[in-house]
């Protein structure tokens, strides 16, 4: 039995009381009681509200539905449909050109364009080297990955490959600092006069470029320059084995990477009680207060990881100029969904997450604020609001937020918020999903496979999916991604909040990354995600190749690239003559996909991991990818493409293959040849149960089936 503790008619589990009362409150300027009685207040006053806009969204999901069913026989008519869902307060008219009032955002929102990392915050090794990633080496990036096209070898350095990395290196350097007369490949020496740098006399093409250096200005031991707004470090060191070969001493190249950082409590974690809560919640605190750390073995020998500090350059004109070690952090919240029973309300129930998320990290986030040098120069908290479906929704996370500060003493708007654009709902209005939060909105983004899933989920009833590799080539994908940019500009967005795009989810697949992932500065977007810090170094060299503000600028006179009659299109199938072994390939890589991910889910408490897909290719899969793949076994079973011992077969089949797959993993436990464990019977539940999941979501069935798993460890 959990031990509670009452506060003010909530009955809060022992272990999040301590944590609240003994560690998050002291140096925040909040008293005991006046927390626990504002908290309680909003959780028992906005709590209706919350289950209120969840029913809307289920009554809202069954007339959609039974429109499909009525017509069903017909050809579909698009415009009797968009009028339907005009009727029913779905699609909602969009007002006046308005601009959002954003204020005190810090500059690696606003004005500075790079790649966004998104960690499992129950990780606090993955949690610093996030927040660290605001510096990475690019020597170590392109040796280390296929990014020359391909991989090191095995043992020891090799040379031929590391010189090629200082090629590629300088290269880079010539495309974005060029030196008037010569090549950094032949400059011999670097050093900084009358506040110029000079590279063997010869300036930069564009002397403004030259942002600091460190040490001796006639012979320094690192260089600054800028691009884009992203700092660029040249390292000397005659002692390093590669700055004692160079002619110029050169060392490494560090280039400005993760320039944002999301912590996330929501899709990439698992955290169903007070005790994983509790997890989530320390390592934040850990995050505001500076002190985090992790302890991990490195050949053999302890090392303490910890936050890096900021640097000091000397400018050129001889000031001080301070750089910041660490990217700036997001915390993601819970969406509206879900519950928690680390606190139950006067009338028992488990209370929703996200008003227990909004409590607490902005509580945590206080201990920032009060820091000369920590994660915000501007007083501002940042917390990522997920799947919020339409404006009304958005206009409840501001009222929320509104409660809170007004709890803890803080200034309106504190708290900015970044509304994700991945429910239909949300896309469809978006504009006026901005404008219902335009004095907090600091960041949209798109997210490809959440939006999927909520787009199977709405026309579940329309008939059967593409395929999942054909869903992305309709005209909905297109329509979307250009919207959320479009859309994002016209409502002043540009130099006040970022505009993001979606995560690369081959983490070992970098020369892939390097060819594609530049659409995305190149279609305005101000931010992407990145799996690794690694990929956040490779992926801010794309920056420096395309002026994204520029982009943006131009983007901003013009005309919507997308329409509302495309991002309406349902990816249907218009052929469905599939061929049994085409039907039999597409159920087999959406069960291996689900089972991979679900197995680590209930078993090992994991939200987020690399997991083999059935090509034994590495993705970083979530509740997202997740969603996709159980909504799209359910559409084809409704719709009699697939039926259920087929599917089931499927199941049982991929099964074997994920423990094969894990096969040297002494603690994994195999779901072949009983399939009578949880974690496998959680699987078919996302499957064969899918279609009456809220808005098609894993969260009600991950979360009890995990529940369930630590009952009987318990017991």
């Not at 007369?181 to 900084?192: A, F, K, L, P, Q």
């Amino acid at each position: 039995m959990v031990e509670r503790v009452e506060k003010y008619g909530l009955r809060v589990a022992r272990e999040l009381v301590d944590f609240v009362e003994g560690r998050a409150l002291p140096g925040t300027g909040v008293e005991v009681e006046a927390f626990w009685s504002g908290f309680a207040s909003i959780l028992h006053e906005l709590g209706p509200e919350n289950r209120r806009l969840l029913d809307v969204r289920e009554e809202m999901q069954g007339k959609i539905d039974a429109w499909h069913i009525q017509n069903r026989d017909k050809p579909h008519d698009h415009e009797a449909y968009k009028a339907y869902l005009g009727d029913i307060g779905y699609l909602l008219p969009e007002g006046k050109d308005f601009q959002i009032d954003t204020s005190n955002v810090d500059p690696e929102i606003a004005e500075v364009p790079g790649p966004q990392l998104v960690v499992p915050i129950t990780n606090a090794r993955y949690a610093l080297n996030a927040a660290n990633a605001r510096w990475g080496s690019l020597y170590d990036c392109l040796y280390g990955t296929d990014a020359m096209g391909s991989l090191p070898p095995s043992g020891g350095f090799e040379r031929g490959r590391g010189a090629r990395v200082v090629a590629r290196a300088r290269v880079f350097l010539d495309e974005t600092f060029p030196i008037e007369g010569t090549s950094h490949c032949d400059v011999r020496r670097y050093r900084v006069k009358d506040g110029v740098l000079l590279a063997d006399d010869h300036p930069l093409v564009q002397p403004e470029k030259f942002s600091g250096y460190i040490g001796d200005p006639r012979a320094p031991d690192s260089v600054l320059l800028i691009n884009n707004g992203l700092h660029v470090e040249l390292v000397f060191d005659r002692a390093h084995p590669i700055g004692s070969r160079d002619q110029a001493l050169l060392a490494d190249v560090r280039l400005e990477s993760a320039m944002s950082a999301i912590m996330d409590c929501e899709d990439s974690v698992a955290c169903v009680d007070a005790e994983d809560k509790v997890l989530a919640y320390s390592n934040w605190l850990g995050l505001m207060k500076g002190d985090l750390e992790a302890k991990l073995d490195k050949g053999g020998k302890t090392v303490t990881r910890r936050l890096a500090e900021d640097r000091v350059f000397t400018a050129p004109d001889g000031s001080e100029r301070r750089m910041k070690g660490r990217a700036l952090l997001w915390v993601r919240n819970v969406g509206h969904l879900m519950t928690n029973p680390a606190i139950l309300d006067r009338d028992g129930n488990a209370v929703f997450e996200g008003l227990m998320d909004a409590a607490i990290t902005t509580l945590i986030s206080m201990h920032d604020l009060k820091r000369e040098s920590g994660n915000s120069v501007k007083g501002s908290v940042y917390v990522v609001k997920p799947k919020m479906h339409g404006p009304e929704e958005v206009a409840f996370a501001d009222r929320i937020f509104d409660r809170v500060e007004d709890m803890l003493g803080l200034p309106r708007h504190s708290v900015k918020i970044g509304v994700m654009d991945e429910e239909r709902r949300t896309s469809v209005n978006l504009k006026e999903c901005i404008r219902a939060a335009k004095s907090r909105v600091a960041f949209i983004n798109t997210g490809f496979l959440d939006r999927t899933g909520d787009e199977i989920h709405t026309s579940m009833e329309a008939g059967p999916f593409s395929r999942k590799d054909f869903i992305k080539r309709k005209p909905w994908i297109g329509a979307y991604e250009q919207l959320n940019v479009d859309i994002g500009l016209e409502c002043g967005l540009m130099g006040r909040a970022q505009i993001g795009k979606g995560m690369w989810a081959m983490p070992d697949l970098m020369a892939a990354m390097l060819e594609q992932k530049i659409e995305h500065p190149k279609s305005g977007a101000s931010c992407a995600w990145v799996p690794s810090p690694t990929a956040a170094t490779l992926h801010a060299l794309h920056y420096h190749k395309v002026d994204v503000r520029a982009v943006q600028a131009k983007l901003v006179q013009g005309e919507r690239r997308g329409t509302k009659n495309a991002l309406l299109t349902i990816p249907v199938a218009q052929f469905r003559g599939w061929s049994k072994e085409q039907i039999s390939r597409e159920v087999e890589n959406n069960a291996q996909g689900i089972l991979g991910y679900v197995v680590r889910w209930i078993d090992a408490g994991v939200g987020c991991s690399k997991v083999p897909d059935i090509n034994d290719v590495g993705l970083m899969e979530d509740r997202a990818t997740c969603r996709i793949s159980s909504q799209a076994l359910a559409n084809w079973l409704h719709h009699d493409v697939v039926d259920a011992q087929d599917v089931m077969a499927a199941m049982r089949k991929m099964a074997a293959v994920v423990d094969g797959q894990n096969a040297g993993d002494p603690t994994y436990r195999p779901m072949a040849p009983g399939f009578d464990g949880i974690a496998f019977q959680a699987a078919c539940d996302l499957v064969f149960k899918g279609r009456v999941q809220p808005s098609g979501y894993t969260e009600p069935v991950l979360h009890a089936r995990r529940l369930e798993l630590k009952a009987t460890m318990r017991g």
